[in-house]
């Protein structure tokens, strides 16, 4: 039992450039969500999705997409990177979102940085 | 709308004294709080979360937080510090919307332990 995985672990890109995130889980949790860490701000939703086939944005969702055709994939694009995108992203994955008090599992993070 | 206040961005103590993180909430009502942990260089790990239950809640690694409706607060502590406790603790509050829980994040506070 893995739990949430993510790769890759770090990537460096150039201004323009595009790349996809993979997370993936193995706990059969129904929702999953892309957050972005940066320094001195605790971490920010970007998307998330309920469901497989379904997503919807988050708090910081410009720049970036996601598709959920899996139910234990959930995958973050970037087109077309800028410097602003540089961050660290994490994934989650929770059980039942439909109370307050479920609990997220995060995964290990992925280190961008775009020069 | 609920947020989330720690009140120390960073903590330093000696290993085998006192551990208190502070965190404020506000919320319309009762919410579910969290606390993570995160090492460096990893993933959020969850240490304990207060659903509305006892107020007093005892998580891992022999850390506890007391909810306070009447402070609206939940700090976070550990009668003995570890070196292997030095990390970034978050506090956060889990809030209903849009059909998910959203998390919502303090800023973090760092805890550093010396020998």
């Known amino acids: 039992n893995a739990g949430v995985t993510q790769t890759p672990k770090f990537r460096v890109l150039k201004t323009g450039q595009s790349m996809t995130l993979l997370c993936a889980q193995d706990m059969n949790h129904e929702y999953m969500y892309w957050y972005r860490q940066d320094p001195g701000m605790g971490l920010r939703l970007i998307h998330y999705s309920v469901g497989e086939g379904t997503t919807a944005k988050g708090e910081v969702p410009d720049g970036y997409n996601v598709s959920r055709l899996k139910k234990q994939n959930f995958l973050l694009g970037l087109e077309s990177a800028a410097p602003s995108q540089t961050s660290v992203y994490f994934c989650a994955s929770s059980y039942n979102a439909g109370w307050d008090g479920d609990t997220q599992y995060f995964g290990p993070g992925t280190r961008l940085t775009v020069l | 709308a609920q947020s989330v206040t720690q009140l120390d961005s960073h903590v330093s103590v000696s290993e085998g004294t006192p551990v208190l993180l502070r965190c404020n909430y506000s919320?319309?009502?009762?919410?579910?709080l969290f606390w993570y942990v995160q090492h460096p260089n990893k993933g959020l790990q969850l240490l304990l979360k207060?659903?509305?239950?006892?107020?007093l809640v005892k998580g891992i690694n022999g850390f506890e937080a007391e909810f306070k409706k009447s402070e609206t607060s939940f700090h976070l502590t550990k009668p003995s510090a570890h070196m292997s406790d030095a990390a970034e603790y978050f506090c956060v509050v889990g809030s209903l919307s849009g059909g998910y829980n959203k998390l919502i994040f303090g800023a973090g506070t760092r805890l550093a332990v010396h020998p």
């Open positions: 919320s319309s009502y009762s919410p579910s």
């Open positions: 207060y659903t509305s239950a006892a107020t």
